[in-house]
């Protein structure tokens, strides 16, 4: 299978604890996104890399929220300290992203989903 | 901050009924997509519509952007069972390429 893959997909944890979720986007992809999507809701922006450059970020995001996209590869958004109100399926999502060019469909993993106690 | 609006939030129709969902924005986009998440799965790009009143068709979908760039809507005529899902707008800002914002959806469920 050649998509975007997450991974855990269900992470139940206990509210103070940390949590730590990982994307591997399509290979030839050089944007990644990460997308947090609560029930009813559309997916909330939340973090952009280009290459391994985090490039923006929400500023809906707490300081508890960090993510990383080291050698420009797979991504990891750590949750530190985690509450209630971080119960969300987390998605990411790569982009070919062609420079210049307003292109660039999101393909979209299966998605994280985390439940905090 | 630019928001995109989408209605109605759910549409209940009988198989064969035509379907119709609007997403507006706050802000003149550079361009919009559509996507169709099915329950339990993931959003799957549908479409992107990048021309001032463009319009696209894909088989029973028909995607319209506005004259200004401020609206999008898309219609499906005779409903089958397959499209239940929920269709979301993703409108692109002007001056910032990175993100998408995504409107809240619409919930589409077809009775047999």
């Known amino acids: 299978d050649t998509g975007v893959s997450q991974d855990p997909r269900h992470k139940i944890t206990k509210r103070g604890q940390n949590v730590t979720f990982r994307c591997d986007p399509i290979s030839e992809h050089n944007r990644l996104y990460w997308y947090r999507q609560t029930l009813g809701q559309g997916p909330e922006f939340l973090t952009y890399f280009q290459n391994e450059a985090q490039l923006e970020k929400s500023r809906l995001l707490s300081d508890r929220f960090s993510a990383e996209r080291p050698k420009g590869s797979f991504s990891t958004l750590e949750i530190q300290r985690t509450e209630q109100g971080d119960s969300a399926m987390y998605l990411c999502?790569?982009?070919?992203?062609?420079?210049?060019?307003?292109?660039?469909?999101?393909?979209f993993g299966e998605g994280s989903r985390l439940t905090v106690l | 901050g630019q928001q995109v609006m989408q209605i109605p939030q759910y549409q209940h129709v009988q198989e064969g009924e035509d379907f119709t969902t609007y997403c507006n924005s706050s802000t003149t986009l550079s361009n919009i997509q559509w996507y169709k998440q099915r329950p339990g799965g993931h959003p799957v790009f549908l479409i992107q519509?990048?021309?001032?009143?463009e319009v696209k068709k894909q088989k029973r979908l028909t995607f319209q952007f506005g004259e200004a760039k401020k609206n999008s809507s898309l219609h499906i005529t005779a409903t089958q069972t397959t499209d239940v899902g929920t269709y979301f707008c993703a409108g692109r800002g002007l001056y910032n390429f990175n993100k998408f914002y995504f409107g809240s959806g619409t919930k589409l469920n077809v009775k047999p």
């Open positions: 999502a790569s982009s070919p992203g062609l420079a210049g060019v307003v292109t660039g469909e999101l393909f």
């Open positions: 519509l990048v021309k001032s009143g």
